[in-house]
């Protein structure tokens, strides 16, 4: 006997979507019914369009299982949504499907969201799914993990209609008689006129290079070069007014290594406006800007904001030489913290194990050994034990001493004094500190 259903099989109803009072009755591809209400779908979806006057005698079929139906029938019901997060791919992918075609839109979100959050795995999947229904905020996610895959891989998965628009993402062409080939660090060719690079740049053609249409490879990105080689036409330049500071300044740095002189001057410009606006939101781009132009007060300024950065993200910044100079400016500011802890050794408080019962019971000790304070006697109500604890965070506590010596009061004039003297003590090492430009001095050259 087989198990598939027959004629003579009673279709089962869903244990969920029973109702009686249901006006339309679906059935999923494995023969069970969904009775559903139709205000529902007209409210969540657009895509079901059932017949105005069907009744439950007319049962419409659909192609998907009973599990991705009744998944995404909570989507339509007012009650909390279904938890998709964890679902197996094989679960979530079809239901995604099904959501896209028949316009349940408050599962399409959800679901693309999830799609992203599998990322990387399954980016053949969810390519073809972006494609198949034009989510261009999901292509832009998958399309760059398949570049550094072969094109003949790709292609044959594609519709017809989108072959065309994947190649171009891969290569853009400035011309049929192109006649020289460049490959960005992210794979994608660009065909350009030798002429034109020849006339208006430097160092992009290497010398040895035999004029044979084999792609030279640069350490550019694709969206630096195409910025770069719409600099070579005559053609209406790119103004990068609404540029952020660091795509600019990577431009920047490229035009500069080729002697680019149209890119170097609206780049210029644009820099001299982003620059001061980015500081604090992007010191670390605002330094790479500093060393490339060699300029040293600039330099010193956001070495103040990186300082209680990660040791590892800052020195990514640097050539050798600066994450030597770097290295050693980190050195002295950590040396700071370490002098600030042990400060509190000299200072007029002594640490005193103190009978609980000695003190008086609105303090609220629970401890046996407590700072007391030479000019009043009292314990200093744990504030030498916060500034303790933020200086033992390290660097950071160093640039903002407001917050890392916040007290609400001091136990007494004295008390006040011996804390403000630790917070002066620091201000006047770090005031004493060397400029990381002036570490750097070996390795920099002023600027022009
Ligand atoms: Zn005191």
Redesign the pocket.
């Known amino acids: 006997m087989s198990d598939a259903p027959t004629i003579a099989d009673k279709p089962r109803v869903s244990e969920k979507f029973n109702s009686e009072d249901a006006e339309i009755v679906f059935q999923s591809s494995d023969g069970i019914q969904f009775r559903i209400h139709r205000v529902n779908l007209l409210v969540c979806s657009e895509g079901f369009s059932p017949p105005d006057h069907c009744t439950f005698n007319d049962v419409v079929f659909l192609p998907e299982s009973s599990s991705t139906m009744d998944l995404l029938f909570r989507f339509i019901y007012p009650e909390p949504q279904p938890d998709i997060e964890n679902l197996e791919f094989e679960v979530l992918a079809p239901l995604a499907e099904a959501a896209e075609k028949y316009l349940v839109y408050s599962a399409m979100n959800t679901c693309t969201i999830n799609l992203i959050k599998r990322l990387p795995d399954h980016d053949t999947e969810i390519l073809l799914h972006a494609l198949r229904h034009s989510k261009a905020k999901l292509l832009a996610r998958v399309a760059p993990l398949l570049l550094d895959r072969p094109l003949q891989d790709i292609v044959p998965l594609l519709p017809d209609h989108h072959i065309v628009p994947w190649k171009k993402t891969k290569r853009f062409s400035f011309g049929a008689d192109a006649d020289i080939v460049f490959r960005s660090r992210n794979s994608v060719r660009f065909n350009v006129h030798r002429r034109n690079v020849q006339v208006m740049s430097k160092n992009l053609i290497p010398l040895a290079h035999d004029g044979t249409l084999d792609t030279i490879p640069l350490l550019e990105s694709s969206s630096v070069l195409k910025v770069l080689f719409s600099f070579m036409y005559p053609d209406p330049h790119p103004d990068l007014e609404e540029d952020q500071l660091l795509p600019l300044e990577l431009i920047a740095a490229a035009a500069e290594k080729y002697e680019i002189y149209p890119a170097i001057a609206i780049t210029d410009i644009r820099l001299r406006d982003a620059v001061p606006r980015e500081l604090k939101t992007q010191p670390g781009a605002v330094m790479q800007h500093a060393v490339r132009t060699k300029n040293l007060a600039l330099i010193d300024q956001v070495a103040l904001l990186l300082i209680g950065n990660a040791f590892a993200a800052t020195t990514k910044l640097f050539d050798h030489a600066m994450t030597l100079a770097w290295l050693e400016y980190h050195e002295k500011w950590h040396a700071i913290t370490q002098n600030a802890l042990e400060f509190v050794s000299q200072m007029r ?1 002594q640490l005193r194990k103190v009978e609980i019962q000695n003190l008086s019971n609105h303090f609220q000790l629970d401890e046996s050994e407590v700072f007391i ?6 314990p ?1 109500n744990y504030l030498i034990g916060s500034v303790v604890g933020k200086l033992g965070r390290g660097v950071q506590s160093l640039q903002n001493l407001d917050d890392t010596f916040s007290a609400k009061s ?7 004094q ?1 804390i403000l003297s630790w917070r002066r003590s620091i201000e006047d090492a770090i005031r004493s500190l060397p400029k990381l430009s002036a570490i750097a001095s070996g390795s920099m050259v002023p600027g022009a």
């Open positions: 408080f304070c030479d000019g009043c006697m009292r200093d001091y136990c007494c004039n004295q008390g006040e011996e």
